[in-house]
């Protein structure tokens, strides 16, 4: 028996296991059943042990260079290395909808594991959500995407093998779209959690500690996918930039926005019993935006580098999955509408709660601008209009100011109490924040005068001038300003977290730094993590801000010529051809220069891949430091004169980005790490497990 | 009581036996055949692994399904319903009591002024005391049966956990223990 014919097989017994435990775990949650619970939890462990089985023979095809499967032949040549064989797994349409199998599979496997006792009267409707998921996506394996389909003909007949795209073959590239799967795919755990409490009536407690720290997983696996595919863009597609609002890199953004939403508004249910229908609500979006973000980069409905290309026959088959989704969901929601009501009112505006609804209010506004922004190309085609390309600049105007009053929040949030604060505290919490903020901006404006006098060659600017120099830069002075502000919020938590944290016991003597550190974060750890991720998105700010400040020029260059470039110079020092037995390569050398001195040479290249010569790749050079990089792209050459078109960048900050990503991540690893104690914890071990 | 959701024997304890057996199976084709432990050959073994795994999946699945049914569903669903009853006061007393710890730290940072936390502090206290209250006298109200029959389980002492008051914070709040 051929690789196709068993892993064609195995999905058919995928396809009717999903449906033998979706039906055990309905009936078993409609009779009570636990014998049927109990099948349908062993049946969920069956589904990912045989999603496991079908992902492994599809790897193996790819190890063993089974050019007789289509999607092996397609996406794997025999002379790729060995992790980018398996990493084809995932590099085609078909493939990554078995790696969504897969992963969900796991995950539900997973939760299933974790929460069936804690859970007991929750875990049959999550099971049969989770498995109807998974029904989905297997039917879409068998009936529209096999990965196992065989050539009818010699497989000869098509040609020498394809390879995975070039572009493709990155190591960010590698990382990237599986983070971006993996935050996409565990937003299912939390929206079956969601819809089994809403169903079962029980939307108390038990639901929210399991669902909050999967989204916060989710969320996690999400940022660190959309940096990476950053990253990536700003490494590999040499136009000097990491974000461009490109459609299927947003659709990573819609559900971030969502996710980043509910994760503030689920403290105030927990604290305060309130926002149960909007959490709900929040948790359902969520999920349906991550399949809405399924459904972008595999129909071909948008326009994109990372999409897999137009499928209509997918499109119609995600747009009804949508929304039925979305109907039933809210359908369901709507049935325990009256359950659902809140326990308590909104006592001040001048709360913690209140601060958290204008930020939830700020992020669906804002995942729903770049939803709209996104599809409207397609609505106006779909509208017979012709499509449209909706440019950079429109997602500019409106999510830079957008950002920014989610950055003011992050500095005013922490110094809200819950229920209401009084003006006299207010005021005493905000005084060395906003101090630190307008020192900020006066230091920064003074510094933009500095550099606009420097740039005038030492001549004094008029005041024309220095305000235009001002306007332009207003949102980048606005941002740092928020950053010195919001940081000075963060440190001031922590200095008087701190101070609280070392007073003694009494008949003891002050606790060390050390120690009350640790006792801050092991007490308090979501509260303290979460401080530290607002820490690491500031950062990621202030990197971003600095592209206000950046550099381009785009020039044609000979060897031993030098082109300046901002305070540096550029000289074209000869290329190099050499060849691989993948490629061929072209790579320049290029000095830079500062005050004459050398700062470091780079070797931006341009390969020819022999699969798709048409298609050449470029590899950037940069020099970083802290404070900027140098960014060098080689986009044309003559290979007679050696004259080369090279793009040329100064990115200010941008390695902040980076570092506050990094920052961030850890903030993250800080709270998912929470575990609570016990069930009925005294107040010193809920606040541990709650901050 | 036997749990009908377990499965026949330990997954983890599973997973190590079957990859204990693999690499032996491995080994002795090595050793005995001469076959080369390429990537195919390994991908082949991971592939072999998953699929016993599914087939204890699915033979789980059947177990599941034969076993005798547990005699105690009925009881077990009254004690899942007294404890479905109890979740709300139970999320009360927790969010309470976290709020209380909370309202306690924010005050010692200076977020809440004297008279508010004064204010707050009192109703959450109040609050604490008639949730704890109804908790006690809701565990009193058990069936004497359900109750014997629920110590069996050891459920009981999970409720009544759950139910003993715990120290509610004293009014006047001691910074010392008020991170939270």
């Known amino acids: 028996m051929s690789v196709a014919t068993l892993g064609t097989i195995t999905l058919l017994v995928l396809f009717a296991m999903c449906l033998t435990t979706a039906g055990l775990a309905m009936v078993g949650a409609h009779q009570r059943s636990t014998r049927l619970i109990g099948a349908s939890v062993q049946g969920v462990y069956a589904i990912a042990a045989l999603a496991g089985f079908a992902s492994s023979l599809i790897i193996y095809a790819f190890l063993a260079d089974d050019f007789s499967i289509q999607y092996v032949h397609h996406t794997s040549d025999s002379a790729m290395p060995l992790f980018y064989k398996i990493t084809a797994f995932w590099g085609g349409l078909d493939g990554s909808l078995l790696f969504w199998v897969l992963l969900l599979s796991g995950f539900s496997a997973m939760a299933v594991a974790a929460n069936r006792r804690r859970h007991a009267d929750l875990i049959a409707h999550v099971i049969w959500i989770l498995v109807l998921i998974d029904l989905f996506f297997v039917g879409l394996l068998i009936f529209v995407k096999n990965p196992f389909e065989p050539f009818l003909l010699e497989p000869e007949l098509a040609g020498n093998p394809r390879g995975l795209n070039p572009l493709l073959q990155n190591a960010y590239m590698i990382i990237h779209p599986p983070s971006l799967y993996l935050g996409y795919v565990s937003l299912a755990v939390p929206y079956a959690f969601g819809m089994a409490a809403v169903i079962a009536g029980q939307v108390d407690a038990a639901w929210q500690q399991s669902v909050r720290r999967w989204t916060l997983f989710s969320w996690t696996f999400l940022s660190f996918g959309l940096v990476l595919g950053g990253l990536w863009a700003y490494e590999e597609l040499g136009w000097g930039g990491y974000w461009a609002w490109d459609p299927v890199e947003n659709a990573g953004l819609f559900p971030w926005f969502t996710a980043t939403a509910f994760l503030h508004s689920i403290m105030i249910q927990e604290r305060r019993g309130m926002m149960r229908r909007w959490n709900v609500s929040l948790v359902i979006i969520s999920f349906w935006l991550s399949i809405v973000g399924t459904f972008l980069t595999r129909s071909g409905v948008v326009q994109s580098v990372h999409a897999f290309g137009k499928d209509p026959v997918l499109a119609w088959i995600f747009g009804v999955f949508l929304l039925v989704i979305l109907f039933g969901s809210f359908g369901v929601l709507f049935w325990r509408w009256r359950l659902l009501r809140s326990r308590a009112e909104l006592e001040s505006v001048l709360s913690r709660e209140f601060a958290f609804i204008i930020n939830n209010w700020l992020f669906l506004a804002m995942a729903m601008f770049v939803l709209g922004s996104t599809m409207w190309p397609t609505f106006h085609e779909w509208l017979g209009q012709g499509r449209i390309t909706i440019r950079e600049s429109h997602y500019n105007h409106y999510m830079i100011p957008a950002g920014l009053a989610a950055l003011l929040l992050t500095g005013i949030g922490p110094h809200m109490a819950w229920r209401r604060s009084s003006t006299e505290s207010l005021q005493q919490q905000f005084k060395i924040p906003l101090s630190v903020g307008l020192i900020t901006l006066v230091g920064v404006m003074i510094w933009e005068f500095l550099r606009l006098k420097q740039m005038l060659g030492g001549t004094m600017p008029s005041v024309e001038q220095v305000r235009a120099a001002w306007m332009d830069h207003v949102w980048a002075l606005a941002c740092f300003s928020l950053c010195g502000f919001t940081i000075a919020t963060i440190s001031q938590e922590f200095v008087r977290g701190l101070a609280v944290a070392r007073k003694p016991a009494p008949g003891k003597p002050p606790r060390s730094l050390v120690d009350a550190t640790i006792r801050l974060f092991m007490q308090a750890r979501r509260r303290y993590g979460g401080y530290v991720i607002h820490l690491g998105i500031t950062v990621m700010c202030f990197g971003i801000a600095g592209k206000a400040y950046g550099i381009e020029r785009k020039v044609d260059i000979a060897p031993g010529e030098t082109v300046q470039l901002g305070h540096y110079e550029v000289r074209h020092d000869g290329l190099r051809a050499t060849e691989d037995w993948q490629k061929q390569m072209i790579t320049g050398e290029f000095a830079i220069l500062r005050d004459g001195e050398l700062v470091e040479k780079l070797q931006p290249a341009r390969w020819w891949y022999f699969q798709l010569p048409e298609q050449p790749t470029t590899e950037v050079a940069r020099h970083m430091s802290l404070g900027e990089d140098v960014y060098l792209s080689m986009m044309d050459l003559d290979l007679t004169t050696g004259k080369t078109q090279l793009r040329m960048f100064i990115n200010p900050l941008v390695n902040w980005v980076w570092i506050g990503t990094a920052i961030m991540l850890f903030g993250s690893a800080i709270c998912i790490g929470t575990r609570r104690q016990t069930q009925a914890p005294g107040p010193e071990q809920g606040d541990a497990a709650h901050g | ?180």
């Open chain 2, 1 to 180: 009581m036997a749990d009908p959701t377990e499965s026949p024997g330990s997954p983890w304890l599973f997973l190590g036996f079957t990859l204990a057996i693999a690499a032996t199976v491995l080994v002795v084709l090595r050793l005995v055949v001469g076959v080369a432990l390429d990537a195919p050959t390994l991908g082949l073994a991971v592939a072999c692994i998953a699929l016993i795994g599914a087939l204890r999946g699915m033979w789980g699945v059947v177990f599941a399904l034969t076993r005798p049914t547990v005699e105690t569903i009925v009881a077990e669903s009254e004690a899942g319903l007294a404890i479905g009853s109890r979740a709300g006061l139970r999320e009360e007393k927790q969010r309470v009591l976290r709020a209380i710890k909370e309202l306690e730290f924010d005050h010692a940072m200076g977020k809440l002024s004297a008279e508010d936390f004064k204010q707050v502090g009192a109703g959450y206290r109040l609050r604490a005391i008639e949730v704890m209250r109804a908790l006690e006298e809701d565990l009193g109200e058990l069936h004497p049966l359900l109750r014997e029959h629920l110590e069996g389980l050891g459920v009981v002492a999970e409720l009544v956990g759950a139910a003993e008051p715990a120290p509610v914070a004293e009014p006047e709040p001691s910074s010392a223990e008020a991170v939270p």
